[in-house]
């Protein structure tokens, strides 16, 4: 007994073993037949890699001389694209997040929005971009529409939430000076997810611009447009040229609305 | 909250006046911004077509339905192809992040003034490039397939990842990391025993959440060739095969609905 030295071992992560072995087996044979399945076409690899080595060296030098005012029309058109579609997109949204909380809704309401929600946020926004393109033609007020659409479920979905977890009392109160339904929502409900609300603003426009780069490539307008034409055209320097400027725009305007937003907490 | 005095009776209002001219002044200009922001799109449409849109629409429901049901047999390798990209592609990116968000936290970093700038520099661009982006460079390297989409789902998802987990590093309760300093525990110790107990809740609901939306991103990126559903829709919609199409749609709501149950269920039973 006295030999016997008590030695400390960390708690493993799973208590239960026979659920431990068993995850680690569902694993490993998941990824086994994700191996099995996947065709990997190594060849192909190996060839790229020195293609890819030339392809991203005719990134270099970035060219933002050239056709600096296409770059400069894609990047404002970007930007109202992104604006006006933020502010549609929200003010659409409010009657479906209002429709989306249970505390507010009735039933049939209620499924109606999360419907609505549901849609909007299944489909990425470039899949969304190529029906409203369809529908409406190229340019920047698809794009618009396409914005606009999926802000809805982003929008909606997280301002419910909040609207779902706002105080019963501070609600009930105005009730109960007998107002009617839409002073009860704006005295009541409002100013409590207002904080909230200014936020998801800041940051779906942030997204929005984000995701303006993007459905140009299937037609939507804004900077995306140029940055296919100069992919079309082999035109790598100003690829380069259109991505640095994404990338520099993304990070002032995502400091800036996270500065914006600490300071209006 | 002002009263104000009306002749002979006190009204209540809910801002002064100063506040009301205020809130007044924003309103006008967002409106004034807002209006100008739509001329200039509106200047840039062919009104004919967006007028127009709706009989198109109808022309194309009617197209879509019905769906062609028995098309759906062949998108059960390329919805499963999109799982894959998904899945892989968010342990790759997770594991990527994990030393790049050690490196960017301000108490972990082992400098603040030349590495810590370099990893935030590295999650920022990897988050400001869209996948779809990252998939039309990646075709081109590593060439169509579901490689290019793991790949671009990957770079994608360090970004997010690592942002969210530098910021639970940074919140840690540095008590724990003193108890274990006072063992005697070296640096890789304390890591281990201190640190990673304490952001592992964080790490996992990260990447639970980052996968629940790579399954959204997953079947877009077939769409320039990278693999998954994309590559069917893309297809089908060149052919203008509507009522492949609208099967395929019903399938991405159907699996993002799915992942998305699937997290809530995974989460619940983990917090």
């Not at chain 1, 409900?189 to 207002?194: A, F, I, L, S, Y």
Request: hydrophobic residues 50%; aromatic residues 12%.
């Amino acid at each position: 007994m006295k030999d016997k030295k008590v030695i400390w071992e960390r708690k493993p992560l799973i208590k239960n073993k026979l659920l431990r072995i068993g995850l680690i087996l569902l694993i490993s044979t998941y990824l086994l037949s994700v191996f099995l399945t996947t065709e990997i076409d190594w060849q192909r690899i190996l060839e790229g890699i020195p293609r890819g080595k030339n392809f991203i060296f005719a990134f270099f030098p970035p060219d933002f001389i050239t056709r600096s005012d296409e770059i400069l029309a894609g990047i404002f058109e970007s930007l109202w694209m992104t604006i006006v579609a933020t502010i549609v997109g929200i003010i659409i949204s409010i009657p479906v997040s209002l429709g989306a909380a249970k505390n507010i809704a009735p039933k049939f309401v209620y499924f109606f929005s999360r419907g609505i929600i549901t849609l909007s946020r299944s489909f990425q926004e470039v899949i969304l971009a190529i029906f409203f393109v369809k529908l409406m033609g190229f340019g920047p007020f698809a794009g618009m529409v396409t914005l606009s659409f999926s802000t809805i479920g982003f929008f909606a979905k997280l301002l419910s939430e909040d609207i779902e977890e706002i105080s019963k009392s501070q609600a009930e109160a105005i009730k109960s000076t007998g107002s009617n339904w839409f002073q009860w929502i704006n005295y009541g409900v409002q100013p409590q997810v207002m904080p909230r609300f200014i936020g998801l603003s800041l940051y779906r426009l942030d997204i929005n611009f984000r995701e303006s780069a993007v459905i140009g490539i299937v037609g939507g307008g804004g900077i995306g447009s140029t940055l296919n034409k100069a992919f079309d055209r082999y035109e790598f320097e100003i690829a380069a040229a259109v991505l640095i400027v994404i990338i520099s725009i993304v990070m002032i305007v995502e400091y800036t609305s996270s500065h914006l937003r600490k300071l209006i907490k | 909250m002002p009263i104000i005095k009306q002749k002979d009776y006190k009204t209540w209002k809910k801002f002064d006046r100063k506040r009301d001219l205020l809130n007044w002044l924003c309103w006008f200009l967002g409106t004034l911004i807002f209006s100008l922001c739509f001329g200039l799109i509106s200047s840039n449409t062919i009104w004919f077509y967006v007028f127009n849109s709706h009989n198109e629409a109808l022309d194309l429901l009617g197209r879509m339905i019905p769906p062609e049901t028995n098309y759906f047999y062949t998108l059960i390798k390329p919805i499963w192809d999109t799982l894959n990209i998904a899945t892989i592609g968010t342990t790759i990116g997770t594991l990527i992040a994990i030393p790049l968000a050690f490196l960017s936290a301000n108490n972990t970093t082992p400098s603040k003034k030349f590495i810590r700038p370099l990893a935030l520099f590295c999650i920022v661009s990897s988050r400001s490039i869209n996948s779809v982006i990252w998939a039309l460079l990646l075709v081109a390297v590593v060439g169509p397939g579901v490689l290019a989409g793991i790949i671009a789902i990957g770079l994608r998802s360090i970004g997010f990842c690592g942002k969210l987990l530098y910021e639970a590093i940074e919140e840690i309760d540095e008590n724990q990391i003193e108890a274990i300093e006072a063992t005697g525990a070296n640096k890789a110790q304390i890591m281990t025993f201190g640190i990673v107990p304490q952001i592992l809740p964080a790490f996992t609901s990260i990447s639970i959440y980052r996968w629940d939306i790579n399954i959204r991103e997953a079947t877009v990126v077939g769409l320039v060739g990278a693999g998954g559903i994309g590559i069917e829709l893309d297809a089908q919609i060149g052919d203008l095969a509507w009522a492949k199409v609208s099967v395929i749609l019903l399938v991405i709501v159907v699996a993002v609905v799915f992942s998305e149950w699937i997290t809530a269920k995974i989460r619940k039973a983990i917090i």
